[in-house]
């Protein structure tokens, strides 16, 4: 049994980490957010301690060490996007592991920093990739390995979450926090497309907005148009019929591929990989976090070439 300490345990993917740590037979020994809401806890280990102050959260850990002779073997970082690099060098310096949700950091630089802390601790970072264990993102993967090697997949990527006015107002809102949109919903869609597609060769931004963005990616073996939104108003209108709030869509050469389910258990997958001494670390994590970078600092270049079929709507 390993013990985890889980940083951002109010956040909406907490209970996913809780369920995998418990999953795994392991133990949460403590938890801390600034905000209280975490009844969710108890679900899971409602024997862990809780901190609202990081301060106390950092003393306890120490604590558990010098006094209670129990050390860390991992921290869960479910904290806001900028939080995650000051985040990741806490779990390093406690002795710890770190898995991290996505994105692991906000710009290509800082995976380097990291790189130091590792090497420095000989500690390591994990992040979550869920997608990359999905069966069928997988299945798409081997499929792409065994076509011809200079065969171009016609990609078409949609991706809309509905979010009420709330979002704005979070740290959600802030790019200097979130890094906009395409970072906060979209890295793991780039993470995937690189994945199985192979190194990015083009990067266009058509549109990048509070509440949608578009554009155009070419990898090795993709052309990729894509759009990703909170906002409802482009949700099909067969899907606000049904009362549902999410959309995705991935059509290869115009063919849908079917992946609406299957997401319950994949951080659980994740931890198992980890726990198991793989898991994907800071060079995996690069790409994606590289290609949103460029998306952020893009100049959006309106509807002309290559652009995702939403943007007439």
Same mark, same amino acid.
């Given at each position: 049994?390993?013990?985890?300490?889980?940083?951002?345990?109010?956040?909406?993917?907490?209970?996913?980490?809780?369920?995998?740590?418990?999953?795994?037979?392991?133990?949460?020994?403590?938890?801390?957010?600034?905000?209280?809401?975490?009844?969710?806890?108890?679900?899971?280990?409602?024997?862990?301690?809780?901190?609202?102050?990081?301060?106390?959260?950092? @003393?306890?850990?120490?604590?558990?060490?010098? +006094? !209670?002779? #129990?050390? &860390?073997?991992?921290?869960? $970082?479910?904290?806001?996007?900028?939080?995650?690099?000051?985040?990741?060098?806490?779990?390093? @310096?406690?002795?710890?592991?770190?898995?991290? +949700? !996505?994105? #692991?950091? &906000?710009?290509?630089?800082? $995976?380097?920093?990291?790189?130091?802390?590792?090497?420095?601790?000989?500690?390591?970072?994990?992040?979550?990739?869920?997608?990359?264990?999905?069966?069928?993102?997988?299945? &798409?993967?081997?499929?792409?390995?065994?076509?011809?090697?200079?065969?171009?997949?016609?990609?078409?990527?949609?991706?809309?979450?509905?979010?009420?006015?709330?979002?704005?107002?979070?740290?959600?809102?802030?790019?200097?926090?979130?890094?906009?949109?395409?970072?906060?919903?979209?890295?793991?869609?780039?993470?995937?497309?690189?994945?199985?597609?192979?190194?990015?060769?083009?990067?266009?931004?058509?549109?990048?907005?509070?509440?949608?963005?578009?554009?155009?990616?070419?990898?090795?073996?993709?052309?990729?148009?894509?759009?990703?939104?909170?906002?409802?108003?482009?949700?099909?209108?067969?899907?606000?019929?049904?009362?549902?709030?999410?959309?995705?869509?991935?059509?290869?050469?115009?063919?849908?591929?079917?992946?609406?389910?299957?997401?319950?258990?994949?951080?659980?997958?994740?931890?198992?990989?980890?726990?198991?001494?793989?898991?994907?670390?800071?060079?995996?994590?690069?790409?994606?976090?590289?290609?949103?970078?460029?998306?952020?600092?893009?100049?959006?270049?309106?509807?002309?070439?290559?652009?995702?079929?939403?943007?007439?709507?």
């Amino acid at each position: 049994m390993r013990n985890f300490a889980l940083i951002g345990a109010a956040g909406y993917i907490a209970p996913r980490h809780m369920k995998a740590i418990k999953d795994t037979g392991n133990n949460l020994l403590a938890a801390y957010d600034k905000a209280d809401s975490v009844g969710i806890i108890d679900s899971h280990f409602p024997h862990a301690d809780f901190f609202v102050e990081f301060e106390r959260f950092d @003393r306890h850990i120490e604590k558990l060490k010098y +006094e !209670k002779d #129990l050390f &860390l073997d991992y921290v869960s $970082i479910c904290s806001p996007n900028y939080l995650h690099d000051a985040h990741i060098r806490f779990a390093l @310096r406690s002795g710890a592991d770190a898995i991290c +949700e !996505k994105p #692991l950091v &906000l710009n290509p630089w800082n $995976i380097d920093k990291l790189q130091r802390v590792e090497e420095k601790t000989g500690k390591k970072i994990y992040n979550i990739l869920q997608l990359r264990v999905h069966p069928s993102i997988i299945q &798409l993967r081997n499929k792409v390995a065994n076509s011809l090697k200079d065969k171009k997949f016609e990609v078409d990527l949609t991706y809309l979450t509905s979010r009420g006015n709330w979002y704005q107002t979070s740290w959600k809102g802030d790019i200097s926090k979130s890094g906009g949109i395409a970072t906060n919903i979209g890295v793991h869609f780039y993470d995937m497309l690189s994945w199985i597609f192979g190194d990015v060769q083009d990067n266009i931004v058509h549109v990048h907005e509070k509440d949608r963005a578009a554009g155009y990616l070419e990898f090795e073996n993709a052309r990729v148009r894509w759009f990703l939104s909170i906002n409802s108003e482009y949700l099909p209108s067969e899907v606000k019929k049904k009362g549902q709030t999410t959309f995705r869509s991935i059509t290869i050469d115009g063919e849908e591929l079917e992946f609406s389910g299957g997401f319950t258990d994949l951080h659980t997958l994740v931890y198992k990989d980890i726990l198991d001494g793989y898991g994907y670390g800071l060079s995996a994590a690069r790409t994606a976090i590289e290609i949103v970078h460029d998306i952020r600092n893009a100049r959006p270049e309106g509807l002309k070439g290559e652009y995702h079929s939403f943007l007439n709507r």
